[in-house]
T-cell receptor, first 118, second 113 residues
């Protein structure tokens, strides 16, 4: 299994340009998510999906769109890039296992995409 | 919503010394807690996780963490630091009724020879 893959590894954009960060997983995980990592702020959740056709917003969704047409793929779109979106982006997927009255998940992370917006 | 606070953005220890990285959480329901490690220019790797079984959790690379409900803490320890432990460490919490995981700001561990 390749696990979680992300492309591209590096990207430089000009302000106002659009692009899509690709994420794919081959573990048949229902749950996928996108995070951005900025110095001193840890990872912040942008958007997540609990299954194909279902997406929801995380902590910092503004400026980003997502869709989930298949279980495997979860692309992140920047419609009009801004310098504030310069960051490292991580995609993650997870399974859920029932534990007592609840369930827990373990997230598997991709290698990241380093994005610079000039 | 759940949240995590990591005390100390940078921790420096000598090789062979005890490693202690602090994490406190906030959650309205029983939490699940995780520690991840990130080496330079890499993604996050799971070190260990607490899922309401034993309160003392052992992970990879000799790390362990203890869940203390009364203190809302989940501190990470290792008895003897190695140079290879130098990395950034993230504590994370998710609640038992959803998959939404929240991360702390991270602690950068430096190991001196």
């Amino acid at each position: 299994n390749a696990g979680v893959t992300q492309t591209p590894k590096f990207q430089v954009l000009k302000t106002g340009q659009s692009m899509t960060l690709q994420c794919a997983q081959d573990m048949n995980h229902e749950y996928m998510s996108w995070y951005r990592q900025d110095p001193g702020m840890g990872l912040r959740l942008i958007h997540y999906s609990v299954g194909a056709g279902i997406t929801d917003q995380g902590e910092v969704p503004n400026g980003y769109n997502v869709s989930r047409s298949t279980t495997e793929d979860f692309p992140l779109r920047l419609l009009s890039a801004a310098p504030s979106q310069t960051s490292v982006y991580f995609c993650a997927s997870s399974y859920s296992i029932a534990v007592g009255s609840g369930f827990h998940s373990e997230q598997f992370f991709g290698p990241g995409t380093r994005l610079t917006v000039l | 919503a759940q949240s995590v606070t990591q005390l100390g953005s940078h921790v420096s220890v000598s090789e062979g010394a005890l490693v202690l990285l602090r994490c406190n959480y906030s959650s309205s329901v029983p939490p699940y807690l995780f520690w991840y490690v990130q080496y330079p220019n890499q993604g996050l790797q799971l070190l260990l996780k607490y899922t309401s079984a034993a309160t003392l959790v052992k992970g990879i690379n000799g790390f362990e963490a203890e869940f203390k409900k009364s203190e809302t803490s989940f501190h990470l320890t290792k008895p003897s630091a190695h140079m290879s432990d130098a990395a950034e460490y993230f504590c994370a919490v998710s609640e038992s009724n959803n998959n939404d995981m929240r991360f702390g700001a991270g602690t950068r561990l430096t190991v001196k020879p």
